[in-house]
């Protein structure tokens, strides 16, 4: 996932977004969801029919028919083909048009073609390169443990009314969770001073709280009882993970909590939420307790996120202020936006103290 080659900013849905995020790998749906019917999914607004050949191998094209435009997605699946539901032409998954029903002398015209994005199929999620006609230089992300064995993995997505940075900032950051997620994750009359290093790095920027040895919240209780020396990190990875990792004095523990957010477009974005875990309960055990935790911390962050957005767009754009133990949002526009600040150094380190 390399940032270089940004070339200034694309249009996607009349907003603007940044270039270089264009030619990264996004998950559109996840593999369950791609069976026989073809379906439309956007990505940085950028409207796609999605679908699998009989041969099992996925594909998207621009969910517009080159003929009178209209929305392939709405076709269906023959063979490996996807067919137009207006007059029937018919697409292969590079876009290449097949066949026109009822043309007596057949031409390659390359301006009969749909347009058509690289799919890659990969831990069970569709992933689509958002640059058409290009060769990927990368291949999606892997999330960390997913294929190690003694792990247990869970999935779950959500759409919230909210951006990129907006989304990420909210999962990776500690100081909301003793309101947002009070008792759940943290607890406010239960502070203690800890020690945050942040080290940002091309591709990256990381938070790792360290010595604050027990988290107060129920999740932490359930999960890993009698742990100490626990030690966080928050991590946002470009173009768009946000992932938090808990490591505790036993080795036993670990936990990867990671979201793929899909940037639909500019204001809505979808979130891939991974869960990937070990801990001293037996994996479905950890499951059973985990899974409507979880749920219930990702629904009081939807309302949260809503409830700023409305906020914003009823201010008419955000006025944001800062102090230094918001410590992730800078380092992630600053990665979102390459050339916003050319003054600073790609890589930054600093230690910073808080009570959490
Ligand atoms: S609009 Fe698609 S075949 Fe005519
Ligand atoms: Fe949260």
Redesign the pocket.
């Known amino acids: 996932m390399n940032r270089r080659g940004a070339e200034g900013a694309e249009k996607g849905e009349g907003r603007v977004m940044e270039g270089f995020l264009f030619r990264n790998w996004y998950i559109v749906c996840t593999s369950g969801e791609l069976a026989r019917k073809p379906i439309g999914r956007t990505v940085l607004g950028i409207p796609l029919a999605v679908f699998r050949g009989i041969d099992g191998k996925p594909s998207a094209l621009l969910d517009k028919?080159?003929?009178?435009?209209?929305p392939?997605s709405k076709?269906w699946v023959k063979n490996n083909y996807l067919i137009?539901?207006?007059?029937?032409?018919c697409f292969d998954g590079q876009g290449v048009c097949q066949e026109?029903p009822g043309l007596c002398h057949r031409n390659e015209a390359r301006h009969r073609n749909a347009v058509a994005y690289p799919v890659i199929e990969q831990d069970g999620f569709i992933w689509v390169y958002c640059q058409a006609g290009e060769l990927p230089k990368s291949q999606p992300y892997e999330f960390p443990c997913l294929r190690q064995e003694g792990f247990s993995t869970f999935s779950k997505q959500m759409e919230c009314e909210t951006t990129l940075e907006n989304a990420a900032e909210n999962f990776l950051d500690a100081t909301h969770t003793h309101f947002v997620h009070s008792g759940l994750i943290r607890t406010d009359n239960q502070r203690k001073e800890i020690t945050v290093k942040i080290t940002r790095s091309e591709n990256m920027v990381e938070a790792v709280y360290l010595n604050e040895e027990t988290i107060s919240g129920l999740i932490y209780k359930l999960l890993a009882p009698g742990c100490n020396k626990v030690i966080s990190i928050s991590r946002f990875i470009l173009p768009s993970i946000a992932q938090l990792e808990y490591r505790t004095d036993s080795d036993r523990n670990r936990l990867f909590i990671s979201l793929f957010l899909t940037p639909v477009t500019k204001k809505l974005t979808k979130a891939y939420s991974i869960i990937t875990f070990r801990s001293w309960l037996p994996n479905w055990l950890g499951r059973v307790i985990a899974q409507p935790l979880f749920a219930q911390a990702a629904r009081q962050d939807k309302e949260i996120l809503q409830l700023q957005t409305w906020n914003i767009n009823r201010f008419q754009g955000e006025n944001f202020v800062f102090t230094e133990i918001d410590v992730l949002r800078p380092h992630i526009l600053y990665l979102l936006k390459p050339g916003s600040n050319e003054n600073e150094s790609l890589v930054f380190e600093k230690t910073i103290k808080m009570k959490i």
């Open positions: 028919c080159p003929h009178r435009n209209v392939l076709g137009c539901k207006y007059h029937g032409w026109i």
